[in-house]
Structures are given as structure tokens and as C-alpha cells.
């Protein structure tokens, strides 16, 4: 009797361990998953925005600088953008915004991984080959022109955030507000901005990120993505515009860039004089 209790309790036992459900691995952070170069969107989904600065300034300043001896970084806008999320208390863990940015630094990860020879796996992601080929050209001297660089970083940053949206409405079910879906138009506006630049503007303007501030116009400032600040400044007034149901198509990209005319003209002019 006794042995066939504890054949029975052993049974019990087992069915229990198989029947309770693992438990999620926590996330591993901004700098494990920097230096692993290996966190997918979904883990990077369960970090804050706070953790997410900390990411992508552990990524620009330890494997990307490995890539790109020298490199300042390039992913201020990104920055800019994290920032004004983690102000507005946005991107909780699981939101459509969590996902669609969880996507873009997955893309960013993935293709300094790439890049570095640190594996070949995109997991899944479009963006991680573009991220790769851009980090490889710049280190290589074949982005120096204005035109050619925004364009190879629009088209990364572009095919990571349409990823990120896959995430969120495909994959998981979670479709944007209508306040989100017209607070995303400005980022579409900004890389409709970086791919349209003329190259007959290159000889007149600096390249991205730190250089002579003499000739930097308005468009050099405002595309320039290695300063957070037009963007994070422009989202704000984006999202305030966002809450309103402005006319769709040209009307709403006018409106908003005569508002980012009116509106970042002083955090222009304090950065350039």
C-alpha cells in the first residue's frame, strides 16, 4: 500500500511539473543585450524606454564603434524619439509602440552583428542586412556625400520600423490608436525627407553629425540624424498636431512642416550660430 502511494504522489508530481507552464526568462538589459548582440524584438520589447537610451548609446559607443573606428554615432534621431516616448510615458511593454520600436533596434542590433561578423542571422528582420550594408559603407568612406548617406540610413530605418509594425498588428494583435497612426506620419514625413534629399545640395551642406555649422541650413539640422534634438522636439509638436484630425495626404505634411518651421526655428538657431 505504502509503495503504491508513493508511485502515485510520484505521478502527481510530475503531471504538476509538466502541467505548471515555464516562466519567461527576464530580460537581460541594455548592456548584456548591447554586448550580445542577440536580444530579439520580443525581449527587447520588455525593456523600458529608459533601458532603451542605455541600449543604443551601449551599442554606439561598444560594438558599432568596433565596426567604425571613430564612430559618434548616428542614431541620435532614434534617441531623440526613445526620449520623447520615455516624457510622455509611452511604449509600455506589449503597446503598438513598444513592438514598432522593439523592431527598429532589433534592426540596429542585428546589423552591427552583421556588420562586425558576429553571426548572419536577421532574424527575420529586413532592416538588419540594410543596417549592415549602411554601418559597412560608412566605414568604408562610401557614405561621405549627404544625398547617398540618408538615403542608405532612411531605407534601414524604414524597413525595421515596417517590421515593427508587422510585430505589433500581424504578429501580436495590436493595432495602433488613431492619435498613433497620425503621430506615425511624422516619422514616414522625416525619411520621405532623408530619401528625397538632392545631391545637388551635397557641395553647400556638412555631413551628418558634428562638422562646420556655418553652412548648415534648416534641412541639414533637421535631417541630421545624429541630433536628438529635431527629433525629439519634433515629435512633441508631431503628436500635439497628432491629436487633431487634421486633413490627410499633402495638407497634413504641409501643415506639419510649417509648424517644425515656426516651432524648432529657435533650437535651430541655438545649435548653429
Not at 511539473?17 to 527576464?26: G, H, I, K, N, R
Not at 554601418?135 to 530605418?157: C, I, P
Request: with cysteine; glycine share 10%.
Amino acid at each position: 500500500m505504502k509503495r503504491t502511494l508513493s508511485v502515485l504522489l510520484a505521478l502527481a508530481t510530475v503531471l504538476c511539473l509538466v502541467a505548471t507552464p515555464a516562466q519567461a526568462a527576464p530580460p537581460r538589459g541594455a548592456a548584456a543585450c548591447a554586448a550580445s548582440l542577440d536580444c530579439p524584438a520580443e525581449e527587447l520589447n520588455q525593456l523600458t524606454m529608459a533601458e532603451r537610451l542605455d541600449f543604443v548609446h551601449a551599442l554606439t559607443t561598444g560594438p558599432a564603434a568596433a565596426v567604425i573606428p571613430g564612430y559618434t554615432g548616428r542614431w541620435g534621431n532614434i534617441e531623440g524619439i526613445i526620449a520623447f516616448f520615455e516624457d510622455r510615458s509611452m511604449g509600455g511593454t506589449g503597446t503598438w509602440v513598444s513592438y514598432v520600436d522593439a523592431g527598429i533596434l532589433e534592426g540596429m542590433e542585428r546589423g552591427v552583428a552583421l556588420a562586425s561578423g558576429r553571426g548572419t542571422d536577421t532574424f527575420g528582420n529586413p532592416g538588419s542586412a540594410l543596417w549592415a550594408s549602411y554601418l559597412t559603407r560608412l566605414a568604408a568612406g562610401q557614405l561621405r556625400a549627404r544625398s547617398a548617406h540618408d538615403l542608405a540610413w532612411s531605407q534601414a530605418e524604414q524597413a525595421s520600423t515596417d517590421h515593427g509594425v508587422v510585430l505589433a498588428e500581424q504578429v501580436h494583435g495590436v493595432p495602433a490608436t488613431a492619435v498613433e497612426k497620425r503621430f506615425f506620419e511624422f516619422s514616414e514625413f522625416y525619411r520621405f525627407t532623408l530619401r528625397n534629399r538632392s545631391a545637388l545640395l551635397d557641395p553647400f551642406s556638412p555631413g551628418p553629425g558634428p562638422g562646420p555649422q556655418r553652412q548648415l541650413t534648416f534641412l541639414d539640422w533637421f535631417t541630421d540624424v545624429a541630433n536628438p534634438t529635431p527629433s525629439r522636439h519634433g515629435a512633441e509638436l508631431a503628436y500635439s498636431l497628432a491629436e487633431f484630425d487634421l486633413p490627410a495626404g499633402a495638407v497634413r505634411g504641409a501643415a506639419i512642416l510649417a509648424a517644425y518651421g515656426k516651432a524648432l526655428l529657435d533650437d535651430y538657431l541655438a545649435e548653429t550660430r
